[in-house]
């Protein structure tokens, strides 16, 4: 090769090499490039976005110069009500402040209150007094499916350890943060005279044993609501204030929450007791208590936590002057004991049925004088042994606690049995059966009543219960009858007419049954919901003297 081919072989390689070089260069820069404008973009998103939240955040703040014009207090109250942080009060925020300031609570009250205390009535021990030490005992509720549906709704975390921030960072509510900070007792014990629980005694000691007396009525409803009778409102904090003789419920139901409500929105309402048994000096007090719980606090919507009844014994001298035996309850026998109701938003309600392992109150001994007890202490356990103590008169428990069901609940005049006794007696007296799954005031009709009587055995059942007994092999039989029943549940409840044997001939929704228009001249009667059920049980009564079964 010519030293000028060697010179342009050269050059050409260089020439390439330049080329190669360039084309990398302008790679890199492109690459550059198209780095910088997707860094650009994205600071220009999150720019954008921050300023927006910015924006959100402090759009509705309020003014400085209103700010100094109410004070700290006045604005903490209007973010309480303004639950939606719009920087306005709407009608529906404005309710509860409503009936908290109609409950006679003042600004100082309020501030006491948004400060996660709520209103505690002292009652004095005097010196002369016998003392008693309450206890009580609480085992959070197990989580529901609902919960889990509904915290994932909301972007809050079940099995989160951090429950205690009101909003999460896009301000959106945690509807179940009063239940899940709800892990203890509001208080570890409280220490009560014995001439307390005078509230628990009727007027008059020595009437019939099993006389039925209440402990508490419906005085809290509005002049307007009495008057419609529509229900209490669901949209509502602050329990109303409570009257003297009340003070001693209230103060004991204080003991799991601080804002216990001793009237509950739905009927059956307050409290009965009946005296089951006394001697010479004794009286066994038995009470049924329907109480329920606000667990959540402003700016968070209302979650209504109703116990389905606390239930207990008092045995206490007739002078009022020594307590020998003192126990309070939710029954934990069932399935299913309490109901729960809260929003997610002003327009849309959950409700749910769960079950309390325990909940209750009990003393730690025999009541003691005062002055054997060191202020700030609770009196040391010491066992009383009530199942020694003799009576001149006594009804049963099972009597007692029967008489103050049928006092809050007048359609079990009629007594309702669970599934399977309601299947033995059908059988045994050779009668139809009536089964429901929940219970309404149709019932209470005088007519209903005499027809239930006459014609039919009576029970009702959680759809938990006969779910339970579908899967009992050890019962085969009853197994297959609670999945015939099932198979003909539409949700929420079930009214069903059924041979002696428990092959449904007639049922209808509750739902159904609602919508339906009640014929007065057919049955003669003025109550539409009365009418409609006697229209309802004799259908069934024709089906089965018909031979008809329900499809």
């Known amino acids: 090769m010519t030293d000028m081919e060697k010179k342009e072989e050269t050059s050409e390689k260089k020439l390439d090499e330049k080329i190669i070089n360039t084309k990398k260069k302008s790679k890199l820069l492109s690459c550059f490039k198209c780095i910088f404008w997707t860094i650009s973009v994205i600071v220009g998103i999150l720019s954008?976005?921050?300023?927006?939240?910015?924006?959100?955040?402090?759009?509705?703040?309020?003014?400085?110069?209103?700010?100094?014009?109410?004070?700290?207090?006045?604005?903490?109250?209007?973010?309480?009500?303004?639950?939606?942080?719009?920087?306005?009060?709407?009608?529906?925020?404005?309710?509860?402040?409503?009936?908290?300031l109609m409950n006679g609570c003042n600004f100082s009250a309020t501030n006491e209150l948004l400060q996660r205390s709520s209103k505690e009535y002292n009652l004095e021990i005097k010196e002369d007094d016998e003392v008693v030490s309450?206890?009580?005992?609480?085992?959070?509720?197990?989580?529901?499916?609902?919960?889990?549906?509904?915290?994932?709704r909301s972007g809050a975390s079940i099995i989160s350890s951090i429950h205690t921030t009101?909003?999460?960072?896009?301000?959106?509510?945690?509807?179940?943060?009063?239940?899940?900070?709800?892990?203890?007792?509001?208080k570890r014990y409280m220490n009560l005279a014995v001439r307390h629980f005078a509230s628990f005694l009727p007027s008059y000691i020595h009437g019939p044993l099993g006389e039925v007396y209440a402990l508490l009525s419906d005085?809290?409803?509005?002049?307007?609501?009495?008057?419609?009778?529509?229900?209490?409102?669901?949209?509502?904090?602050?329990?109303?204030?409570?009257?003297?003789?009340?003070?001693i419920f209230h103060n004991l139901l204080m003991l799991f929450h601080p804002r216990p409500f001793l009237i509950t929105r739905f009927g059956p309402q307050g409290g009965v007791a009946c005296i089951r048994a006394r001697n010479e000096y004794l009286i066994d007090v038995v009470f049924r208590i329907h109480a329920e719980f606000q667990l959540n606090e402003l700016p968070n919507y209302p979650f209504w936590f109703t116990p389905a009844q606390f239930t207990g014994h008092l045995i206490i001298t007739k002078n009022l002057q020594h307590i020998v035996h003192f126990d309070m309850y939710v029954p934990n026998t069932?399935?299913?004991?309490?109901?729960?109701?809260?929003?997610?938003?002003?327009?849309?309600?959950?409700?749910?049925?769960?079950?309390?392992?325990?909940?209750?109150?009990?003393?730690?001994?025999?009541?003691?004088?005062?002055?054997?007890?060191?202020?700030?202490v609770e009196l040391p356990k010491k066992y009383a042994d009530v199942n020694s103590l003799v009576w001149t008169e006594e009804i049963t428990e099972e009597e007692a606690f029967r008489a103050l069901e049928v006092k809050m609940y007048p359609f079990k005049e009629v007594p309702y049995y669970n599934f399977k006794e309601s299947l033995e007696h059908a059988a045994e007296e050779k009668k139809l059966m009536h089964h429901i799954l929940l219970w309404d005031v149709t019932l209470e009709s005088t007519p209903v009543l005499k027809l239930l009587n006459e014609?039919?055995?009576?029970?009702?059942?959680?759809?938990?219960?006969?779910?339970?007994?579908?899967?009992?092999s050890t019962q085969p039989e009853l197994a297959k009858k609670a999945e015939h029943f099932l198979?003909?549940?539409?949700?929420?409840?079930?009214?069903?007419?059924?041979?002696?044997?428990?092959?449904?001939?007639?049922?209808?929704?509750?739902?159904?049954?609602?919508?339906?228009?009640?014929?007065?001249?057919?049955?003669?009667?003025?109550?539409?919901?009365?009418?409609?059920?006697m229209k309802f049980l004799r259908e069934g009564i024709k089906k089965v003297e018909n031979g008809e079964v329900a499809s």
């Open 48 to 100: 954008v976005c921050v300023g927006g939240l910015y924006y959100w955040h402090h759009a509705n703040d309020i003014p400085e110069y209103m700010a100094d014009h109410i004070g700290d207090l006045g604005v903490q109250t209007f973010k309480a009500f303004d639950r939606n942080t719009d920087g306005y009060i709407s009608i529906y925020e404005f309710e509860p402040l409503y009936h908290h």
């Open 487 to 533: 198979d003909h549940y539409k949700f929420p409840v079930m009214m069903y007419v059924t041979y002696p044997d428990g092959t449904v001939a007639h049922k209808i929704n509750a739902n159904t049954f609602l919508d339906e228009t009640p014929d007065f001249t057919a049955e003669g009667l003025t109550d539409p919901s009365g009418s409609m059920y």
């Open 219 to 247: 005085n809290d409803r509005l002049f307007l609501s009495s008057m419609r009778d529509i229900d209490l409102s669901s949209n509502r904090y602050f329990p109303p204030d409570v009257k003297d003789e009340h003070v």
């Open 166 to 186: 009101v909003r999460d960072f896009m301000g959106r509510l945690n509807p179940l943060q009063g239940y899940l900070n709800w892990k203890a007792p509001y």
């Open 134 to 152: 309450a206890i009580p005992k609480f085992t959070p509720l197990q989580i529901t499916k609902q919960m889990e549906e509904s915290a994932g």
């Open 455 to 472: 014609k039919f055995i009576s029970g009702w059942s959680l759809v938990a219960d006969l779910e339970a007994l579908k899967n009992d």
């Open 334 to 376: 069932r399935l299913l004991n309490v109901d729960m109701e809260w929003l997610e938003s002003s327009d849309n309600m959950v409700v749910d049925i769960g079950y309390m392992p325990e909940m209750s109150v009990s003393i730690t001994s025999p009541s003691v004088p005062a002055d054997s007890v060191v202020e700030g």
